[in-house]
Structure formats: structure tokens, C-alpha cells
């Protein structure tokens, strides 16, 4: 992950021939659960077949317009996992329901706004300019569902949804995103200030108490999640990104040690005050008691059926449309894992895993190779959410960890969360192409302005103070980034 | 800040390792447990839809599966449904399987141990999986008979043994149900079925027994035969043993008073024998044997008819122990659980399980339902014999009980359970449950001299008269039925 290629390459034909590889697995996934209910290869299966693949093609062709250099294997990933989850919904639909074609329609809906945000903010950089405005923008958003009169009210014992007519949306899941850009932007312009002021306590640098400002508001986010939404895991996730961030961006492990301190002495609180996340830690330790297994509200018996699925899978599975899945509770959102667990096996969850877990890696990579410190710390930022949304999802329905309400990226049924997600990987997309694409280090003539349309806005707070860095060097560092 | 970067990318990746690990085990190394747990449906419905072994009662099947739509190859079926839905249980895809459904799974399924060898040629030739047949002890015309003479709205239950060998000829109780309905494929059919059944007092479809081997109900007055063997066995009392028999007893220190029964005749005698206290079913004398020889000795003496015991491995039907209290009673308690009342509780099986072991000269046989496990080729693969669970008291002690109870029948309240020609055995009981109404209780065999059946009824929450006419009379047609044969 060192060194970057000398010689950029666009490899968009590789990315072209995942994508059918990619394609081939999620319709291929579709047309056999489709031979098990004696409607394999309808009329309906090849509409939503060509859908998908023309919104896959489409999105291959607006990366080879506008970000050619873009990582080759995101995509294909992406595509791959949305078809296995879209063929799994519909494959759970009982008689009457239609999530599959739902979650079809969101997964256009969720590709298109994708495609728009890579068309036109062109440059990630863009969005350092809206660091404060992200900010407020996550706040709203947060508030939303607890606003009278939008707010869908309590949903299995948490507010995190709102409400168009009879559509429901999860607020939440962008607010990841805008929290991601504040966090980024504030961090890229103030690192230098919390890096150098502190006291030091034995081997470790203490920050001042006036640049804690930001851990103390991430901190208040993600206990304000979970006392007013009831939401235990957009409240790991919030922290988890903020603490990965503020890492990177000082490299200062005291941070980690200050985060983790506070997370575990609020959790520890939580758990004592409130009793929806008490009940989710008697659920995980007691799980297998008669009861908290025959409990009504907050017991068990979904981990505990999510459990019996995947041991009935053992191995290889039963196969698609041969297991019984829809005995778990919420089978095609949040026990998702469980139901591909039953029907693939551990063979097939092993391949879905490793594909977040290249993903994931393909982020950090953009981050890595892209030299501004905002397009670091937000492919960082977004990379590391989408690996601890599934650690915390996969680790509750294996009981490694207490049962959280995240939905799995990608497979999970929700709109909201395909819409997020897709978005991320449009960001992670254009950070890589930025990361992969060709530098101009030709230095500027003597008088020549750096072109405008190349060159990136740069925070007025931060002139460029790197003479002689090159024309198109991004975003006038505000430091030598050291590769 | 590129080192920063690769160390959060490690911290993902070791999350990732903490994920691979969770998922290895509960798929793979934990795998075995889960299936092995009693909550996990999926591994009975892995074979719902599969030819899945009838059960069989006198060469006709009251459950089978019958070919089905192609979704579900095969669907179960219950013929006479409601007279053995205590037996058969359910099988269903949402709320599980109960009764021999349940406990003769392995064997119905084709997945026992003896049936290794039919699923290895099965797997080589492509046939579709067929489970075992399991053929029942079970005689169809006293099984209809009983199920009939428990009038419908009423609760009870009968039970009728071969004392002999154990077999059961006709295990019946009422409310009951028909599990066709929450055997169906329609999910929404199944789940409203299932709800309105289990408000139906009586029934309670998340247990797994029946009235017959699960109601525990306060036994009355066949209890007393309990106290009359631990009698005879401590050597304190013989045949002619003369027993006090006032008309109430008292206790120090509390207002209670134990009355004999009012409506017969043990208030012309101030003492009596054994049999005069069994034939007139007297109370007092029974309490005050039960305070000489102490708590342990009717304790000691109930557990050897099978009190305390799950007879579910023998019967192959999931079963509740009957008891009688080990806890220190006061004499007052004492005398009142002596006479099958307070503290004490059988099951109606268990009932006639002491029964069968006085008619059987004092040898409990094993409860038997199973008369064969057939592969589909016809081949035998079990064939139970009966086999001597116990000895619940002498030959002679036996005998002499024996006697008493067909001069219960003969000369005594049970008289209406006489079969002209035949001398029968028998003893009542009457429970209050307060109200005015109580459990009516018959148990009893014939012939006496050579017993071939052993009867026994329950009707639960009876008034007096009621409950005379539903007992006594009844085992009478049952005995009658089973001799004619």
C-alpha cells in the first residue's frame, strides 16, 4: 500500500470486465432464487435484470467521463454486493410483499444520486468549503426525527425515522456522511493548533482542554443519538468515525486512549440509566435463558433464530431459496448476515465479508494516495465507517458483541441506508481518482496564475505556504504530507 | 499521517479477524450445540415437506403425509383427528411439533440410527427420503368408545391398560383438537388457528402432554389404596385390622376438622375394617393410618406405584411425574394428602399405573404406546416387549387389595361399574376442588381373578351426581367392550 503506480493507468476496461463478473453474481443470485419458486426468467426478471445492469453500465460511463482514474475495483464491489442483497429481499418476500422491487427502485434512486454527486462536484475538495455548513447540515438532520409532526415516532424502540406520506426515511445515515466532511474539514484546517499545544504527562501529549471542543461536541452527538433516538449503533458509529479521524489527522494515540475513556464511561452510564441498552446487554449476555428469550419486547429471540439459521447453514449452506431464513425477525434488514449465512453457508459469507473487506482496504488506499489532508481524513473517515458498521452488525448477530439496529451496507432492505452508502462510495470513487491520477509537478512560470479551473479553493484561512509546490498541487497543504 | 492511516486500516482489519472468528464458530465449532437446542425449530421442519412415516393405529393411519402441490411435496395429514390429537401431537411449520410428532421424530423422519443404511441407498438412487411407520398399542374401537363417553364441553380424560404387559389399549382426553388446522400450509390460516385453539380452557398447545399423561389433578379417594398397601407392608395391619373411624378428627392447635363423607354409610360405626373403609371410601381411618406410620412410609409407598417418576421414556410420550409432597407435612396436611387430597397430584396415567400394578400381582410393566417402528419396505426395526418397570408390593399384599376393591364394585359405591358375569375390581374417588364441584375419579380392572384391562377416568370439575354417572358406568361399557372382544 506504499508506493503509488509512477505511471497512472485509468483501468476502466478492468473495472468494465468486474462489472459483468459483478453483474453475473447478483442476477445469477436472483435467477436461482427465482428457479426455487417456479418463476425463474419472467418477465419481471429480466426488466429488473437490465435495470440494474444499465445503471451499472451507466455508472462505469460517467467514471470513464468524469473520473477516469478512479479505483477500478469499488465499483464492481459495490455492484456486486447491492445485487446479492436486492436478490436475497426479493427472495425473502412473502406472498403479497414487494420489498425486493422496492429496494430495486432505491437502489436506482440511491445510483443516480451517486452518479449526480460525481458529476457535479467533479472534486471532493469542493466540500471543504461546507466543513461549517456540514456541521449544521448533521445537526438538522439528527434533530429531524424527534420534530413533531415529521417524525415517524418510535419504531421498535427507536426515533430515528421520518416521514413523507407513507415513505420512511432514516436521517441518520446522510448525517454520517455530513458528519464525515465536517469532521474532515475542521481537522485538516486546525490540526496544527491541537497538535502543538498540550502539556505533556509522561510519554503522552495531553491536548489543551479548548481544543477537546471537537471530542467534547462528537462525544455529546453520540450520547444525545443514544438518549434521544435510542439508537445504540449510529451511536458507536458516530464516535468510532470522529476517534479514527482525530488519529489521523494528529497521529496521536492520547486522543484514542481520551475517546475510548469517555465512550466506555458514558456507555457504562447508559447502561445503568437506560434500560433499551440495558435490555440489548442482557439480550447478548442471557440470550440463551428462557427469560429473556421468551422476553416480548427486547429479548433474544431474534439473535437467538438469527443463530439457529446460520448453524443450519453450516458450511455450504442449504442454498438460495432452500434454507428457512424467514423464521429470524427482520430477516432482510438487520439479520440480513443471518440469512446469508443459512443459505451460502460460511463459504458464502467469507466471500461477502471479504468483499466489504476490500472496500474498505480500496478506501484506505485512496486515502493514502491522495495528497490533500481533508481527501485523507474523509476516505479515512468513510472507509473505516463502512468497516465498523459491519463489525458492529456481523459481530451482533454472531453475539460477539450486543445486537445493535445498524443495517449491513448494501444488503441490507432500506432505502436510506442504500442512498448513504452509495453516496459514500461515490466520494471514496472521486478521492481515488484524485489518489490515482496523474500529478503536474511542473513548476509555475514566473507571473503565471494557477489555473483556475485546476486548481483546488483553498481555505482563506490557510494561504498556500508551500512556495514552489506544484501548479495543480492540491488544496495548498497544510502540510508537508509526508507519503 | 500516512502511518496514522495504515494503523486505522489495521484496526479495521483486526475487526474483520474478530468477525472471520465468530462467523467460523457459530457456523462451524458451535454449530452442532445450536442444532442440538430445544428452541431451534429448523431442524424438524428441514423435513417438513418430505414422506415422512405414518403413525398407525390397528392397521389404519392416523397420521400421514399425502402428496402434496410441488412446493411442499407432502402434506400432513390427522384421520380421526380430535380422538388422538393427544397422542399424534402437531406437526407445523410455524409453531413447531408436539407428542409422537415430536418424540418419535428421529424414527417418522428416517433420520434414527437404525435407518442409516435406507438413507445412504436413499441419497444413491435418488428416492425421495421416507421415514419409518409407527404402529400403536392402540385399539381403535376403545379409543373411539372412550373418546365418546366424555360428553364434549366437559374435561377429563381415560386411560385403559393391558396390566399385563403395559400396553396402552386407549388414551383419550377432552377439550381436544384438530391438528389439521395449525398443520396447514397457509401461514395466516395456521397462526389464527393457533390462537384460537389455545383460548379453548383446556388446551394449551405450547405444552407438550396431554390430560392424560400431564394434567395433575388431586387424585380423591383412589389414593386410599396407597395408604392400604403402605398399611400392610409397615406390619403394623393385617386384613382384620380394626381401624378407628370417627366421624371428624381434629387437630391441636387449629379449626380444621377432617370429616368422614357424609352421603354413605361410615357414620354407623365408630371403627371399621379395611374393607368396610374402602367399600363406604370412609376417611378417617385412612388419615389416622397415614399418622401412625408417618409421612415417609406413604411417601415411600407412592413413589413405588410410580409417584415422582417421568414414565415419558418408556411411554415415548412426554409425560409429568406425579407427587406427593417430600416437605415436612403437619398432621393436619398429612392426613389430608392421605386421602389424595391437598398436596397430592397425579396424572390419570399414573393413576391407572398403580392400578395396573396391584391387578399385575404388585409388578408395575412399562407403559407401552409403541407396538412397532416399521422401515418402508415393512421391515421391523423396533418391536417393544413388555418389560417390569417395578415392583410396587407383594403378591400377597396385591392380592388382598385385589380382593377389597371387587368388594368396592360388589358391595360397595362402585357398584355400577359391575359387569354381570364378571367379577370386577374397582375404587372411586371424589376431589373437592371447592365450588360443590370436585374431580370424579374411577380406577379399577376385570376380571379380577385374571385382569386384562385396567380403567381408568377423570372428570374434572363435576358435581357429585354428574360425576357418579360419568365414571362408575362408563369403565362398566369400557370393561364390557374390551372383554368382548
Not at chain 1, 473505516?384 to 445498524?406: K, N
Not at chain 2, 402437531?90 to 408436539?98: E, I, L
Not at chain 2, 367379577?423 to 385374571?450: C, I, M, Q, R, Y
Request: contains cysteine; proline residues 6%.
Amino acid at each position: 500500500m506504499t508506493s503509488i503506480d509512477p505511471t497512472p493507468r485509468p483501468r476502466r476496461n478492468v473495472e468494465l470486465v468486474l462489472l459483468v463478473l459483478a453483474l453475473a453474481v447478483g442476477i445469477g443470485a436472483n435467477a436461482l432464487v427465482g428457479v426455487d419458486q417456479q418463476k425463474a426468467f419472467d418477465t419481471d426478471f429480466w426488466f429488473q435484470s437490465s435495470l440494474l445492469a444499465a445503471a451499472a453500465l451507466a455508472f462505469h460511463i460517467v467514471l470513464r467521463l468524469r473520473a477516469k482514474y478512479a479505483d477500478p475495483v469499488i465499483l464492481p464491489l459495490v455492484v456486486a454486493l447491492n445485487g446479492l442483497g436486492l436478490a436475497m429481499i426479493h427472495r425473502l418476500d412473502r406472498v403479497g410483499e414487494d420489498t425486493g422491487n422496492n429496494q430495486l427502485r432505491w437502489t436506482l434512486v440511491a445510483m443516480a444520486v451517486s452518479i449526480a454527486v460525481i458529476w457535479f462536484l467533479k472534486d471532493h475538495r469542493i466540500l471543504r468549503r461546507f466543513t461549517y455548513i456540514s456541521l449544521a447540515a448533521s445537526a438538522f438532520l439528527l434533530i429531524l426525527p424527534l420534530v413533531p409532526g415529521i417524525s415517524a415516532g418510535e419504531i421498535l424502540g427507536a426515533r430515528v425515522w421520518i416521514k413523507f406520506g407513507s415513505m420512511t426515511f432514516q436521517p441518520g445515515e446522510i448525517a454520517k456522511i455530513t458528519l464525515a466532511i465536517f469532521f474532515a474539514g475542521y481537522l485538516s484546517s486546525n490540526r496544527d493548533l491541537i497538535l502543538l499545544a498540550g502539556r505533556k504527562v509522561g510519554p503522552i501529549q495531553f491536548p489543551r482542554f479548548k481544543d477537546m471542543g471537537p471530542m467534547i461536541a462528537a462525544w455529546l452527538v453520540s450520547i444525545g443519538v443514544l438518549i434521544f433516538q435510542r439508537d445504540l449503533g449510529s451511536s458507536i458509529l458516530f464516535f468510532g468515525l470522529f476517534l479514527v479521524m482525530i488519529y489521523v489527522a494528529t497521529s496521536r494515540i492520547s486522543w484514542v486512549i481520551i475517546g475510548v475513556g469517555l465512550i466506555a464511561a458514558g456507555g457504562f452510564v447508559a447502561s445503568r440509566v437506560f434500560s433499551h441498552v440495558a435490555l440489548r446487554i442482557d439480550g447478548w449476555i442471557n440470550a440463551f435463558t428462557d427469560e429473556v428469550y421468551g422476553r416480548a419486547f427486547g429479548g433474544s429471540l431474534q439473535i437467538v433464530e438469527g443463530l439457529f439459521g446460520m448453524a443450519n447453514g453450516g458450511l455450504v449452506g442449504t442454498g438460495l431459496g432452500q434454507g428457512r431464513p424467514n423464521l429470524v425477525p427482520f430477516a432482510n434488514s438487520d439479520m440480513i448476515i443471518a440469512s446469508f449465512g443459512e443459505e451460502l453457508g460460511l463459504i458464502g459469507l467469507f466471500a461477502i465479508v471479504l468483499m466489504y473487506l476490500l472496500l474498505f482496504t480500496r478506501g484506505f488506499r485512496a486515502a493514502l494516495g491522495t495528497r490533500d489532508a481533508f481527501g485523507k481524513l474523509l476516505a479515512t473517515g468513510l472507509s473505516f465507517a463502512i468497516a465498523l458498521q459491519c463489525f458492529v452488525v456481523i459481530g451482533g448477530v454472531t453475539r460477539l458483541i450486543p445486537l445493535t439496529g445498524l443495517t449491513t451496507p448494501f444488503l441490507a432492505a432500506g432505502g436510506s441506508s442504500l442512498l448513504a452508502n452509495w453516496i459514500i462510495v461515490g466520494l471514496l470513487l472521486m478521492i481515488s481518482h484524485t489518489a490515482r491520477g496523474p500529478v503536474d509537478t511542473t513548476p509555475l512560470a514566473p507571473g503565471e496564475e494557477p489555473d483556475p479551473q485546476k486548481v483546488l479553493p483553498v481555505m482563506p484561512s490557510k494561504p498556500a505556504t508551500v512556495p514552489g509546490t506544484g501548479r495543480n498541487s492540491p488544496d495548498a497543504p497544510t502540510e508537508a504530507v509526508k507519503l | 499521517m500516512n502511518q496514522a492511516i495504515r494503523n486505522a486500516w489495521i484496526a479495521a482489519i483486526a475487526m474483520f479477524v474478530l468477525i472471520f472468528g465468530a462467523l467460523s464458530y457459530v457456523q462451524v465449532v458451535g454449530a452442532d450445540e445450536l442444532e442440538a437446542n430445544a428452541w431451534n425449530k429448523r431442524t424438524l421442519l428441514q423435513n417438513y415437506c418430505n414422506d415422512r412415516g405414518a403413525i398407525i393405529v390397528g392397521g389404519t393411519p392416523v397420521a400421514e403425509s399425502v402428496a402434496a402441490d410441488e412446493s411442499c411435496k407432502f402434506q400432513r395429514t390427522y384421520n380421526q383427528p380430535e380422538p388422538y390429537a393427544g397422542i399424534t401431537g402437531y406437526f407445523s411449520r410455524s409453531f413447531g411439533v408436539t407428542g409422537l410428532e415430536k418424540t418419535m421424530n428421529k424414527e417418522l423422519a428416517g433420520s434414527s440410527d437404525q435407518q442409516f443404511l435406507d438413507r445412504v441407498g436413499q441419497l444413491f438412487l435418488g428416492n425421495q427420503p421416507k421415514g419409518a411407520s409407527v404402529e400403536l398399542t392402540l385399539d381403535p374401537e376403545i379409543q373411539k368408545l372412550a373418546y365418546d363417553l366424555i360428553p364434549d364441553g366437559q374435561r377429563g380424560s381415560i386411560v385403559v391398560t393391558n396390566p399385563k404387559t403395559g400396553a396402552i389399549l386407549a388414551m383419550v382426553s377432552k377439550p381436544s383438537y384438530d391438528p389439521n388446522l395449525i398443520a396447514t400450509q397457509d401461514p395466516v390460516a395456521e397462526a389464527a388457528n393457533f390462537a384460537e385453539l389455545n383460548k379453548v380452557p383446556g388446551i394449551n398447545l405450547n405444552q407438550n402432554v396431554s390430560g392424560p399423561t400431564g394434567a395433575l389433578l388431586a387424585p380423591g379417594s383412589v389414593f386410599k389404596l396407597i395408604d392400604t398397601a403402605a398399611a400392610l407392608s409397615s406390619g403394623k395391619y393385617n386384613k382384620d385390622s380394626v381401624l378407628p373411624n370417627p366421624a371428624e378428627m381434629s387437630f391441636p392447635g387449629i379449626q380444621y376438622t377432617l370429616p368422614n363423607y357424609a352421603g354413605g354409610n361410615c357414620y354407623t360405626r365408630n371403627t371399621a375394617t379395611f374393607a368396610f373403609a374402602l367399600q363406604q371410601s370412609c376417611n378417617t381411618p385412612f388419615a389416622s393410618i397415614a399418622l401412625d406410620l408417618g409421612q415417609a412410609a406413604i411417601a415411600d409407598q407412592a413413589e413405588k406405584f410410580g409417584f415422582g417418576q417421568d414414565f415419558g421414556d418408556q411411554l415415548k410420550l412426554d409425560s409429568a411425574p406425579s407427587f406427593f409432597p417430600t416437605e415436612e407435612l403437619d398432621d393436619a396436611s398429612l392426613a389430608q394428602s392421605s386421602i389424595g387430597q391437598r398436596d397430592v397430584r397425579a396424572t390419570p396415567l399414573q393413576i391407572n399405573q398403580m392400578t395396573a400394578a396391584i391387578a399385575n400381582g404388585g409388578v408395575q410393566m412399562q407403559p407401552n404406546l409403541i407396538k412397532a417402528v416399521r422401515s418402508p419396505d415393512l421391515r421391523p426395526i423396533s418391536e417393544p416387549k413388555p418389560q417390569a418397570l417395578q415392583t410396587s408390593t407383594t403378591p400377597e399384599i396385591a392380592r388382598q387389595i385385589n380382593e377389597w376393591m371387587v368388594s368396592v364394585v360388589d358391595d360397595g359405591i362402585a357398584s355400577k361399574a359391575a359387569v354381570p358375569g364378571v367379577k370386577v375390581a374397582g375404587k372411586t374417588g371424589t376431589a373437592e376442588l371447592g365450588d360443590g364441584l370436585n374431580n370424579s375419579w374411577f380406577t379399577g380392572f376385570a376380571p379380577a381373578n385374571d385382569p386384562q384391562v385396567a380403567v381408568t377416568i377423570v372428570i374434572e370439575g363435576v358435581d357429585i351426581t354428574t360425576g357418579a354417572t360419568l365414571t362408575s358406568p362408563n369403565a362398566k361399557k369400557i370393561f364390557e367392550a374390551v372383554l368382548n372382544k
